[in-house]
């Protein structure tokens, strides 16, 4: 018995620290990213991390991806919860009919990103032209958030 409960107690540790760490890397990386601006935001590799927890009812790590989108958005000064209600109608409505559609795991992700990115570009876009404001400069940039987007999906 005694080998099982300590077996047990270094799991809920590595679940403890891992957590910890990803507590902080959401705290500190959107506030690095405002110094520097060639830091990808990775909001579809957010996404995708988020979906992830959700399908796995781990909802403390659920939680935590959906600090990081607000924390992201105060940051930036861009329009608050729209991340999350990207996110939300992107798992609702999107999610389920990729995932039938396409059976590679693979491609599944990069359609998923490639998507939810498209989405909050688009209600950037919306949201900005409604408020007479200016939220998304389209240019290389974009461009370049959107490639790192993608290969972050694909590398991790």
Do not use: C
Not at 49 to 65: F, G, I, P, S
Not at 120 to 137: R, V
Request: no cysteine.
């Amino acid at each position: 018995m005694q080998i099982f409960s300590g077996v047990q107690r270094d799991i809920i540790d590595k679940k403890t620290l891992t957590r910890f760490f990803l507590a902080l890397f959401i705290l500190i990386y959107p506030s690095l990213e405002t110094v520097y601006p060639l830091l990808p935001p990775l909001l579809g590799f957010v996404y995708l991390q988020w979906r992830n927890a959700v399908r796995k009812k781990d909802y403390t790590l659920a939680a935590l991806w959906m600090l990081y989108a607000l924390i992201f958005e105060s940051v930036w000064g861009l329009p608050l919860y729209g991340i999350w209600s990207v996110m939300i109608a992107m798992f609702v409505v999107f999610d389920a009919k990729i995932t039938k559609t396409f059976h590679i795991d693979l491609l599944v992700k990069i359609l998923s990103v490639v998507l939810f990115d498209l989405l909050y570009f688009a209600f950037l876009s919306g949201y900005g032209s409604l408020m007479n404001e200016k939220y998304i400069d389209p240019g290389a940039i974009l461009l370049y958030y959107f490639a790192a987007d993608i290969l972050g999906v694909i590398l991790f």
